[in-house]
């Protein structure tokens, strides 16, 4: 499941996903981001109001004595980014509808998917009267974004997953890949496995998580015994698997044999790196393989090589009941990153009962025990980006299985994370 979007996306790195989906490093969505009809949005800026709202409600003038809560989304860009735009708007339209409130306006931007389109639209809802801004989904336009937040005294709830963007009150909603690689390399630790290597992407995203990935295994007390890079080309993938597969047999036979083998990958470089491992000769029954939530996708378990493998990711229930219930509702599937939309929007409702002007401040925001949603429970922490608490699943032919759940909610201290997740 994954922002992730999964995160269909990634080059800048601007969303994921959940993976959900993970991270964009950032040229494009996350192709695992699900399919959304792609009629045409007429309307550029629109405001929702539960006061006689149906389902799906219709739009209704705000009520002035309400928040406001400005939504930014490329709702008129090219292609599927219009449509993932379109279902993350019924998703935030979702959460008004399923409060009940009748004082929450959610006013509507489009920002055309660029920094000009998103400066424009947030300046529009300055002029709105909003109390605090959801989105928008790219870096770029965040970053256009956050300097007229800031001098109107709005904070920022974005979809980017590109920590640059963070702090200076934007918040990020996303998953972050250097979360979901210590919540699994923590877990791998504590079942026994401190001998790592890794098998990454030769591109800029890769070395984001090669840096993670180390940090992480020296800071759990592992160590990392190969490392390979491959190019994104599948018939350039042979090589560095044959290499990082060699590496973990000489180990084997120098008595210091791997444990875990990371394997990240998105489902067009997983379903090519699978069977390669699988030629090279890795036995994952001595390997243990584990990856982020980018595999949280169906197909994962086709490849021998994957099965029995760890991954995180919220845990899948939440989902499955926003996955319906979005359908019952729209009559189609929402993109998979929606539930930050949904959940974006359900921060705003739980603060919205406070006085204007105390709703959405720096402490209501980044209030230890955080807010409960769709994808588990989210903390913001006072440099922008969000703790999450996630679940290990283990990769089985049809599907995945809970292997050590999620937690339901935070403590109250800040700087601790739930699922066994160190804060860093």
Aim: glycine content about 10%.
């Amino acid at each position: 499941m994954r922002v992730k979007l999964v995160c269909v996306a990634r080059c800048e790195i601007a969303l994921f996903l959940v993976s959900a989906v993970m991270l964009t490093t950032g040229c494009a969505l996350n192709s695992s981001a699900g399919h959304v009809a792609t009629d045409p949005i007429a309307s550029t800026s629109t405001t929702t109001n539960l006061a006689t709202a149906k389902t799906p409600p219709p739009p209704r003038l705000a009520d002035e004595r309400g928040a406001k809560v400005a939504l930014l989304l490329p709702l008129s860009a090219a292609g599927q980014t219009a449509a993932i735009a379109k279902g993350m708007k019924q998703a935030a339209e979702l959460a008004l509808f399923d409060s009940g409130s009748t004082t929450v306006q959610l006013i509507v931007k489009d920002d055309l998917g660029t920094p000009e389109g998103a400066q424009a639209a947030a300046e529009d809802a300055v002029r709105d009267g909003a109390e605090l801004i959801v989105g928008p989904l790219f870096a770029a336009s965040a970053k256009a974004v956050a300097p007229i937040a800031l001098r109107a005294n709005i904070p920022v709830l974005a979809f980017s997953n590109d920590t640059q963007v963070a702090g200076g009150g934007v918040y990020l909603m996303s998953f972050l890949v250097t979360q979901d690689i210590d919540r699994i390399v923590a877990y791998s630790v504590s079942r026994g496995h401190k001998r790592f290597a890794a098998l990454l992407p030769d591109d800029a995203y890769g070395r984001v998580m090669g840096d993670a990935f180390r940090k992480s295994v020296a800071s759990h007390g592992g160590n990392v015994k190969a490392f390979e890079t491959y190019p994104i080309q599948a018939n350039a993938m042979l090589d560095p698997v044959r290499k990082l597969v060699e590496a973990i047999k000489r180990a084997d036979e120098d008595g210091e044999s791997v444990d875990a083998l990371f394997v990240p990958g998105s489902a067009d470089t997983l379903s090519s790196l699978g069977p390669l491992l699988s030629y090279a000769g890795l036995d994952p029954s001595r390997v243990k393989v584990i990856g982020t939530g980018a595999w949280d996708q169906t197909g994962v378990g086709r490849e021998s090589s994957f099965i029995g493998g760890w991954f995180p990711a919220p845990e899948p229930h939440g989902w499955q009941a926003f996955s319906e219930k979005f359908g019952r509702t729209y009559g189609s599937a929402p993109p998979r990153i929606a539930t930050l939309s949904y959940d974006a929007m359900s921060v705003a409702l739980q603060l919205s009962s406070n006085d204007k002007g105390h709703r959405y401040t720096i402490s209501a925001l980044t209030r230890g025990n955080g807010f409960a949603g769709s994808d588990g429970p989210v903390r913001f922490r006072p440099d922008g980006t969000a703790d999450r608490g996630l679940a290990i699943l283990e990769v089985q032919k049809l599907g995945a299985t809970i292997i050590d759940p999620a937690p339901t909610n935070f403590g109250a201290t800040p700087g601790s994370s739930p699922g066994g997740v160190k804060n860093q």
